[in-house]
């Protein structure tokens, strides 16, 4: 299991449930590593190449309390399009989740599943639903008009990075998996723009009485920037220049390409009801 922290003692049990007939695809061969910061899993998932009918589930089970991966902080391979093949990886941040530590037993739960029984993030907010519109989880916010999903902390570089390097970290989040998607993109300018007009309709950013960072907040993303955000859309007029979104008062224009911005990665979600 390796190392466990002493403050985090525990006892880890993990568990795999089987159905009682074979599934198209399985999870097979799982085992965990648990550290200070994170626990690490690892699983084969067995069946039959290119099955596209089943998932790949995971969660927790703390104090009796069932946490789900909209819940948690994880990343890697798990939910839709999990490819068949041995040594998937999952890895939760717990810290991120349980700020005093897991002190207590819990289950790790790993499942192939059918997509159907898959945890739809827009159909089960963890936080509930703020602003009739944006449904909430751990990670993500998904807002239910556009079907797009944003990454929930709008400062997730945690620094303002050049166009070419924007591009460079959302590759890393593909990689990684972030929030169990490989999709991550920079938004369009219209994406971009979308995400502020209300904030512009309802006053926000009004002779920068209150910037429309502040509305976004309420909408409940985290760490929302005031400044200028990166699209994917690059100037019609001039060569090496970026549309950027501000979110002062939600103006677009075209700026250098080598400047230091913002990024708020983005991915199209299907919301039940609306595909």
């Known amino acids: 299991m390796g190392m466990i922290s002493r403050f ?22 799982l085992r965990t ?9 690892e699983y084969d998932l067995t069946g039959k190449r ?11 089970v703390v104090n009796g309390t069932t946490y789900t991966s909209n819940m948690l902080t994880l990343s890697g391979d798990f939910g839709r399009m ?5 040594s998937r990886k999952i890895i939760w941040t717990h810290p991120d989740d349980f700020p005093d530590g897991v002190a207590t037993k819990f289950r790790c739960i790993v499942n192939a599943v059918p997509l159907n029984k898959l945890v739809d993030e827009a159909a089960t907010p963890s936080d509930g639903l703020k602003a009739s519109f944006y449904a909430l989880n ?27 390097d924007s591009k460079k970290y959302i590759e890393q989040l593909n990689r990684e998996h972030f929030a169990g998607h490989g999709d991550w993109r920079l938004p369009t300018r219209e994406e971009m723009e979308g995400a502020v007009y209300f904030g512009k309709k309802a006053g926000w950013g009004d ?16 760490n929302v920037q005031a400044g200028n955000y990166w699209t994917s859309t690059p100037d019609g007029t001039a060569s090496g220049r970026i549309m950027v979104v501000n979110t002062w008062n939600g103006n677009l224009r075209p700026l250098d390409s080598t400047n230091y911005y913002h990024i708020w990665p983005v991915r199209n979600a299907a919301v039940p009801g609306q595909r």
């Not at 290119?50 to 927790?60: F, L, R």
């Not at 999990?82 to 041995?86: A, D, L, R, S």
């Not at 797009?148 to 166009?163: C, D, E, H």
């Open 138 to 164: 751990k990670q993500t916010v998904i807002d239910t008009r556009t079907q797009l999903m944003w990454v929930r902390n709008a400062n997730l570089s945690k620094k303002p990075i050049t166009y070419s």
């Open 82 to 86: 999990v490819p068949i093949g041995t």
């Open 8 to 29: 985090m003692a525990c006892l880890i049990v993990c568990c795999i449930s089987l159905p009682s007939v074979l599934l198209a695809a399985e999870v097979t061969n």
């Open 50 to 60: 290119g099955e596209k009918d089943y998932g790949v589930e995971v969660s927790m």
């Open 33 to 41: 590593e648990f550290t200070k910061t994170s626990l690490n899993i």
């Open 207 to 222: 002779r920068f009485a209150h910037f429309i960072a502040d509305y976004l907040a309420t909408c409940g993303f985290t």
